[in-house]
C-alpha cells in the first residue's frame, strides 16, 4: 500500500511525497517546503496523508465491486 502512494499525492498540497524500503518495512516520507504546510502534514499523521487526493474514493469504490484498482 504505502509504496504505491507517493505516485498518487505526490504534489498535493505543495507536498514532496516519496517512500523508500527500510529493513522490512517501508519509509513514507512527506515534506514542503511552506511551514503551514509541514505543519499540516505532522496534523494529518501517515492516516491522514495516505487518505489525500482524489484516487482514494476510486480505489474504495473499486474495492467494493470486488477490483483492485492500483
Same mark, same amino acid.
Given at each position: 500500500? !504505502? %509504496?504505491?502512494?507517493?505516485? *498518487?499525492?505526490? @504534489? ?7 517512500? *523508500?524500503?527500510? =529493513?522490512?518495512? !517501508? =519509509?513514507?516520507?512527506?515534506?514542503? &517546503?511552506? %511551514? #503551514?504546510? &509541514? =505543519? #499540516?502534514? #505532522? @496534523?494529518? @499523521? ?6 489525500? @487526493? ?12 470486488? #477490483?483492485?484498482?492500483?
Amino acid at each position: 500500500m !504505502v %509504496p504505491a502512494h507517493p505516485h *498518487e499525492i505526490d @504534489g498535493v498540497n505543495g507536498w514532496s511525497v516519496k517512500a *523508500e524500503p527500510v =529493513a522490512a518495512s !517501508v =519509509a513514507l516520507t512527506v515534506t514542503a &517546503a511552506d %511551514p #503551514r504546510r &509541514a =505543519a #499540516r502534514i #505532522r @496534523g494529518l @499523521g501517515f492516516i491522514g496523508i495516505m487518505a489525500q @487526493g482524489g484516487h482514494h474514493q476510486m480505489h474504495h469504490l473499486a474495492m467494493a465491486r470486488g #477490483r483492485f484498482s492500483h
